[in-house]
C-alpha cells in the first residue's frame, strides 16, 4: 500500500488555511516529496507525517513557491536527526538553485545527492518504487512524476513443493534472487507468477496540458493535477503564464481515466475550486476539488 | 502614534499555530518589518496588513528562521504593485544572503537597497523614523533594532503673533524651515517648544542579555525580547546556544523600564509560555507572555 497526502493546494503564494501545493507518499518506510514550497513543514507537520523519514525529494521547477520552503524543511529534518542521505531530483540547476537557498542552512547531519534531470523523459529507481520525471511545458523548464510502487507476481507454493525446491530457498527466490543448492539450481520464474498490478500516483502542476502528462498518468490510481482557474474568462491568462484550467486538467484525467484526479495548485483569486466542480465532473467524472491535507491510502488491487 | 504587531513568536521552526518571531510597525503611511522567517507573509496576511507599503526590513541575523521568509515575501511585496525602494539593513554579508536566496526570486517591480552594519551600533534615519541598531551577543553576527518616532516641540501660535510672523510663514516654521520673507527672517526656534517625548519601540531576539539591550530601551513604550526558555533547568541550554531565558529577559526590562515587555520566539518545545509568568512578572510587572498578532497603538503622551 501507498499513503498518500496532498500537503497544500495553493498556487503563487500561501495563504492563511492554504498551503502551497506539496505531495508526500510513504511506502515501506520510506517517503517521497514533490515540492516544497514556504510553509510546507507546517502543513507536514499539522498533517501529522514526520519529516525524518523523506528519502526523496522532487521539485517540479524553480519557481519560489514549488521550493522556498526548502531551507527551513531541511533544518526540521536535522532536527528530527535525519542522518541518511537525501535524494533530491529536478531540473537542471537543481544543485545551483538548492545550494544558493542553503546559504541560511548550510550545517546539516545529512548529505544531500543530486540528480540533474536533462532528457525528457527519465526514470529512477528507488527501493522498489520507480520516479518517473517527464517535461512538461510552463513558462521555465518544468517535470512532472509518477511514483510508481511495482509489484511482483504470487509465489506458487505448490509449484515449488512439486519441483523439490527445498524450504529455504523459498525466500531467495520470493526476492528475485537465484537459488543454487545441492538439490540443484532454482530461478525465480520458476515459482513467482507474472508481475501484478502495481500503485501509481501521477502529479503535474505549473503547465499547459500537454499530452506527456495523460500518457504518464494512463491507468494511474490517482493523479493530481494543476486546476490554477475554474472561470472561463482566465483562459487567456491562463495560456500567457502557461497554467492550466481546471477543465483542461479534466479532459486529461477523462484521456488517461486514473481511478481518481484531484486538483490542486490554485489561484488565490479563487477562494471556492468546488464552485467549478459541476463542469468539470462533466468531462472526467471522478475529479475532486481537493483541499489540503487530503490524503488516501492506496492499496495493491487484491490487498 | 505608531501601530505595533508581533506578528510571529516562534523561534527555531514554526509551527502549527505558531509562526516564527517578526515584527511589523507602522506610521505615517510607511511600515518597517523586523525579521522574515518561514511563513511571515501569511501571517502578515492573517493579522491585515499589507505587504505593498513595507519601506524598510531590518534583519537581527542570518539563520533561517529569521530570514528564510524573504523569497516569497519580496514575491507578494511585487504582487501587490510596490514599485518603490526597499531599504533593507543587517549585518554585513546581507546582500550576498539576500541576492543568494533571490535565486527563487530574481525578478521584482522594486529595487533593494542595501545597508550593511559594520558598526557596534548604529543609527539610519528614515522618513521621520530613527532605526537604531545595537550588535547583542548570539552564536552569529546578531542586532537588536530600535524603532523611534521623533516627536517635535508645539507651536506657540501666541508667540508668533506677538512677533508679527505672517500666516504663510507658519507651516514652514512648524516643518523646520526658515522663512525669510519682507517682515523678516523668521527661524523656527522663535517659535517652536522644546521637542517633546517621542514612541520608542525595542525589539532584541536571539541572544544573551546584554548591556546594549538595556540600554536602548531605557523609557521604551514597548520592548520586545527574546524568551526562548522557561525551565531553569534550560538555563545551560540557553547559555550554549546563546538565547535568552524569560526571566533574564525580564530583568533587562527590570533595568530598562519600559512602559511594557513582551516575550517572544520560544521554544517550540515550549507550548505553554504562559506557565512561567509568575516567575518573570515577580521581576518586571508588566510582562506579557506575547502570542502570534498580539498588537498595540502606541500614542504620543498627550494624543
Same mark, same amino acid.
Given at each position: ?49 514526520? !519529516? ?53 542552512? !548550510? ?101 499547459? !496540458? ?94
Amino acid at each position: 500500500m501507498l499513503d498518500v497526502c496532498l500537503l497544500g493546494t495553493g498556487g503563487m503564494m500561501p495563504l492563511p488555511k492554504r498551503w502551497l501545493t506539496s505531495l508526500i507518499t510513504r511506502y515501506n518506510g520510506k517517503s517521497i516529496m514533490i515540492d516544497c514550497g514556504e510553509g510546507t513543514q507546517i502543513a507536514l507537520r499539522e498533517a501529522g507525517w514526520s !519529516p525524518k523519514p523523506i528519502d526523496v525529494m522532487c521539485i517540479t521547477h524553480f519557481h519560489a513557491d514549488h521550493i522556498s520552503g526548502l531551507p527551513g524543511m531541511l533544518l526540521t529534518m536535522g532536527n528530527a536527526e535525519k542522518t541518511s542521505p537525501l535524494l533530491m531530483i529536478g531540473p537542471k540547476g537543481l544543485e545551483r538553485v538548492v545550494n544558493a537557498l542553503r546559504v541560511v542552512a !548550510p550545517e546539516l547531519p545529512f548529505e544531500i545527492e543530486f540528480h540533474e534531470l536533462s532528457e525528457a523523459e527519465e526514470r529512477i529507481s528507488f527501493e522498489g518504487f520507480h520516479i518517473d520525471a517527464f517535461k512538461v511545458n510552463h513558462n521555465v523548464i518544468c517535470y512532472g512524476y509518477n511514483i510508481e510502487v511495482e509489484r511482483q507476481g504470487k509465489f506458487d507454493a505448490a509449484k515449488a513443493k512439486e519441483l523439490g525446491i527445498p524450504l529455504h530457498c523459498w525466500n531467495k527466490l520470493q526476492h528475485g534472487e537465484i537459488c543454487e543448492v545441492a538439490e540443484g539450481r532454482f530461478t525465480p520464474d520458476m515459482v513467482m507468477g507474472a508481475a501484478r498490478k502495481g500503485i501509481k500516483v501521477t502529479y503535474s502542476t505549473d503547465t499547459r !496540458p500537454v499530452s506527456s502528462i495523460a500518457k504518464y498518468g494512463a491507468g494511474a490510481d490517482l493523479m493530481i493535477l494543476e486546476g490554477m482557474y475554474g472561470e472561463a474568462e482566465k483562459y487567456a491568462n491562463a495560456k500567457a503564464h502557461k497554467h492550466m484550467m481546471m477543465e483542461e486538467a479534466a479532459r486529461l484525467a477523462a484521456e488517461a481515466q486514473p481511478k481518481e484526479m484531484w486538483l490542486t495548485h490554485y489561484s488565490p483569486a479563487m477562494p471556492r475550486p468546488d464552485e467549478y466542480m459541476k463542469d468539470v465532473k462533466r468531462i472526467f467524472e471522478n475529479s475532486v476539488a481537493a483541499r489540503d491535507g487530503r490524503n488516501v491510502t492506496l492499496l495493491f488491487e487484491d490487498e
